[in-house]
């Protein structure tokens, strides 16, 4: 891609999800994701009807009366995106589903810059291919979109890599979105392991191609993840509904995975506006928090 180019996608990305976020994200986004828990502010005085599990018993010895300790919201959240930019992520017909992830991280990037949040990347494929660290700022934002954009990897998905190198990394408590067309397995144990560490958040992006083929003709695939040849006579309904059941599922596993672990898991199409889908994961996790 060529610089102008790029720079071009970027502002263009800019524009359209700082302007969701203004007008459609503003409060949702804070609602949704919470503080890491209480931060210790002061001490004060024991007063009727305190809970006294609160109170600190060194500074009320060492006064000769009862004190209890004052807690804040710690507001301030880390945000990684874990986003998987394999050759798989190249694909799309109407638009490629990394051109959906950089739309994805705009809205994600700068919600939390209006929130005063830090937000960190990890792109990775079969390894890991860059970490940004989380940092805040707008400048920070448009790197994050530029860099999914520009990403380019040889090779497949190794997404129980990236849940290890993650945990290894970030070490305090964080909201991870693992976005990915999940084109692996072998993953179950760490992602069980790491929703338990962090707010884990499961992102499948897809596209329409990859689970329903035309009825018509002979269609030549070339699996961008291992570089297979595939070969699908469409006119031949078995052929067709092998193929369509393999990807149903490969998504209801997903789907069941997910739920069975207690991990949140939203689904985004390249050939679909993703405005409501968001919306509605956003209140519904919102409901799930209250």
């Not at 500074?59 to 919201?73: D, P």
């Not at 992830?101 to 792109?123: H, P, Q, T, W, Y």
């Not at 400048?139 to 997404?159: F, M, N, P, W």
Request: proline share 2%; charged share 30%.
């Amino acid at each position: 891609m060529l610089a102008a180019d790029l720079i071009k996608k970027i502002r263009k990305i800019e524009i359209k999800t700082g302007k969701m976020v203004n007008e459609v994200f503003a409060g949702e986004y804070k609602s949704v994701f919470k503080g890491r828990g209480m931060e210790f502010s002061e001490v004060r005085e024991y007063q009727s009807g305190d809970d006294i599990k609160t109170i600190d018993w060194n500074v009320s010895a060492r006064y000769g009366n009862l004190f209890v300790k004052k807690f804040i919201e710690e507001r301030e959240l880390t945000i990684i995106l874990l986003i998987d930019i394999s050759k798989s992520q190249k694909f799309g017909c109407q638009k490629s589903k990394i051109e959906l992830v950089a739309e994805l991280s705009g809205i994600i990037g700068f919600s939390a810059l209006k929130n005063n949040d830090r937000i960190g990347v990890i792109l990775f494929s079969d390894k890991i291919e860059k970490f940004i660290p989380p940092k805040k700022g707008k400048k920070h934002c448009l790197r994050i979109i530029s860099e999914v954009l520009s990403a380019q990897a040889e090779y497949g998905t190794d997404i129980y890599n990236s849940l290890d190198y993650l945990n290894r990394v970030i070490k305090k408590r964080a909201v991870v979105f693992l976005i990915s067309d999940f084109l692996d397995s072998g993953y179950e144990k760490l992602l069980k392991i790491t929703s338990k560490k962090h707010d884990l958040i499961l992102v499948n992006v897809g596209d329409p191609m990859e689970y329903k083929i035309p009825d018509f003709g002979i269609f030549h695939f070339v699996d961008a993840e291992t570089s297979k040849d595939i070969y699908v006579d469409a006119r031949k309904y078995i052929f067709t509904k092998n193929f369509q059941d393999a990807k149903k599922g490969d998504f209801e596993y997903l789907e069941n995975t997910a739920k069975n672990m207690g991990i949140d898991k939203l689904n985004l199409y390249t050939d679909k506006p993703y405005i409501l889908s968001l919306i509605l994961f956003f209140k519904a996790r919102e409901k799930k928090f209250r």
